[in-house]
């Protein structure tokens, strides 16, 4: 299973805006910078995510994205699945196009691919944006100079 860049992207624009969720909308360009990303690219995946239900935008000075849920109700997987389809370790596409594969056609190993991919959707399907922002909160928290002699 490979992830898409765009994916990938799109996964941080919503961890960045759950991050921050003040109730007040982030502009692209904040988005972009705290993540790395262009903000022309960004903006596209931050288009795409509206229509997908994620995010809302907000036109104006005081304008900018926010998400269209809370983080606790948004799942990575349901973000994953919208912008780069189902989650899976072998798609039907790889195993007809490429039947020398060593296991793509290989009825010995479907059922395994099966319950592979079944633990990696389980797993993006639990996780909710939410538990990321904690757990990096943690994280940060865990790793902060202590100064206190």
């Known amino acids: 299973m490979k992830i898409s860049?765009?994916?990938q992207y799109a996964l941080k624009a919503v961890f960045e805006l759950a991050s921050r969720?003040?109730?007040e909308p982030v502009k692209i360009?904040?988005?972009?910078?705290?993540?790395?990303?262009?903000?022309?690219?960004m903006e596209v995946i931050l288009n795409e995510l509206k229509h997908g239900g994620f995010v809302e935008s907000r036109r104006g000075n005081e304008g900018g994205y926010m998400l269209a849920r809370e983080a606790k109700d948004l799942t990575v997987g349901e973000v994953m699945e919208y912008i780069q389809g189902p989650?899976?370790?072998?798609?039907?596409?790889?195993?007809?196009?490429?039947?020398s594969t060593a296991f793509g056609q290989d009825e010995a190993f479907k059922q395994l691919?099966?319950?592979?991919?079944?633990?990696?959707?389980?797993?993006?399907d639990s996780r909710t944006f939410a538990d990321l922002v904690e757990f990096e909160r943690a994280r940060r928290e865990a790793c902060?100079?202590?100064?206190?002699?």
């Open 87 to 99: 989650i899976s370790v072998a798609s039907d596409g790889e195993e007809k196009s490429n039947r």
């Open 29 to 41: 360009h904040d988005i972009a910078g705290a993540q790395r990303i262009s903000p022309r690219f």
């Open 21 to 23: 969720n003040t109730g």
């Open 113 to 124: 691919w099966q319950e592979v991919n079944n633990a990696v959707s389980g797993v993006c």
């Open 5 to 7: 860049k765009k994916c």
């Open 144 to 149: 902060a100079p202590n100064y206190i002699i």
